[in-house]
T-cell receptor, first 116, second 113 residues
Framework: DAGVIQSPRHEVTEMGQEVTLRCKPISGHNSLFWYRQTMMRGLELLIYFNNNVPIDDSGMPEDRFSAKMPNASFSTLKIQPSEPRDSAVYFC??????????????FGPGTRLTVL | TQLLEQSPQFLSIQEGENLTVYCNSSSVFSSLQWYRQEPGEGPVLLVTVVTGGEVKKLKRLTFQFGDARKDSSLHITAAQPGDTGLYLCAGVGLGAGSYQLTFGKGTKLSVIP
């Protein structure tokens, strides 16, 4: 079975440019999460979708960040305009049991973003 | 805001040694998870402990959930080079917040052959 697929794996861009990260969750999973991982702050939840609907976006840093999930098999995280402090590894994760005490989440390989 | 403190942050040991990693919080969680992350990859779930005082074993790894469901530990017996990686604990939120995982910053383990 294919796991969570993310693209691109690496992205290097200049400050002010728009960046779009893509995610394909595991088929049949109804919950999708976007996380950001840095050395300083560890793994932080950015946004949580359930059945394609954004439920909790309180972790989105500011208006420069937006996320969409147009259907059950695709999600995007967009940063516009990007800034050097956005440099991090961005993970997408999906789950079929997000609303249970077991809440097993399956992570993609991540996108390493560098903003110069 | 719920926080999970992991210690130690870094650990370098010789093959065959034992080690323990700790995960502590002042908050109660509905369950506690441990993930392992290798360079260039996403975290992979190792175990979920649910009941206060619960102990789970996975080969040479022993996981324990504190009685008050606020802390946990991971003990590795006779560490192998293949155990090298970043170990993350994550608390699962209570009730309607169960979708939310609060992660510790991780323990980076290096096992030297």
């Amino acid at each position: 079975d294919a796991g969570v697929i993310q693209s691109p794996r690496h992205e290097v861009t200049e400050m002010g440019q728009e960046v779009t990260l893509r995610c394909k969750p595991i088929s049949g999973h109804n919950s999708l999460f976007w996380y950001r991982q840095t050395m300083m702050r560890g793994l932080e939840l950015l946004i949580y979708f359930n059945n394609n609907v954004p439920i909790d976006d309180s972790g989105m840093p500011e208006d420069r960040f937006s996320a969409k999930m147009p259907n059950a098999s695709f999600s995007t995280l967009k940063i516009q305009p990007s800034e050097p402090r956005d440099s991090a590894v961005y993970f997408c994760a999906s789950s079929s049991r997000a609303r249970s005490i077991y809440n097993e989440q399956f992570f993609g390989p991540g996108t390493r973003l560098t903003v110069l | 805001t719920q926080l999970l403190e992991q210690s130690p942050q870094f650990l370098s040991i010789q093959e065959g040694e034992n080690l323990t990693v700790y995960c502590n919080s002042s908050s109660v969680f509905s369950s506690l998870q441990w993930y392992r992350q290798e360079p260039g990859e996403g975290p992979v779930l190792l175990v979920t402990v649910v009941t206060g005082g619960e102990v789970k074993k996975l080969k040479r790894l022993t996981f324990q959930f504190g009685d008050a469901r606020k802390d946990s530990s991971l003990h590795i017996t006779a560490a192998q080079p293949g155990d090298t990686g970043l170990y993350l604990c994550a608390g699962v939120g209570l009730g309607a917040g169960s979708y939310q995982l609060t992660f510790g910053k991780g323990t980076k383990l290096s096992v030297i052959p």
